[in-house]
Nanobody, 125 residues
Framework: VQLQASGGGLVQVGGSLRLSCTAS????????MGWFRQAPGKERGFVAG????????YLVDSVKGRSTISRDIDKNTLYLQMNSLKPEDTAIYYC???????????????????WGRGTQVTISS
């Protein structure tokens, strides 16, 4: 499976962005997908994830209430809608995918099999 993330950019504080991640290849193997981000000088961290069947979604507290994760099965695309953006949202955002029968811990990047190249999100104040 190959993942291609897009949708990043330069946005002012309080603005919105929708990140997309399109999967190609053997997408029938997809079990879970997630978004991670890495800010300058910081470790990569989990942002949001879901089970491809739609049975479970999870967002970290720092984005909960102003962000939504969703997917379009027909388009094999994962989305992250982020609103009320803050300077601390500035980071490179990566999408990741996991095959079936892997550990179901959405937040642990070690359990993901495929990673996109990342898209830069910069929030200006």
């Amino acid at each position: 499976v190959q993942l291609q993330a897009s949708g990043g950019g330069l946005v002012q504080v309080g603005g919105s962005l929708r990140l997309s991640c399109t999967a190609s290849g053997r997408t029938s193997n997809l079990y879970q997908m997630g978004w991670f981000r890495q800010a300058p000088g910081k470790e990569r961290g989990f942002v949001a994830g879901l089970t491809w069947s739609g049975s479970m979604t999870y967002l970290v507290d720092s984005v909960k209430g102003r962000s939504t994760i969703s997917r379009d099965i027909d388009k094999n695309t994962l989305y992250l809608q982020m609103n009320s953006l803050k300077p601390e949202d500035t980071a490179i955002y990566y999408c990741a995918g996991k095959r079936r029968f892997r550990n179901s811990d959405l937040a642990n990047g070690d359990f993901y099999d495929w990673w996109g190249r990342g898209t830069q999100v910069t929030i200006s104040s």
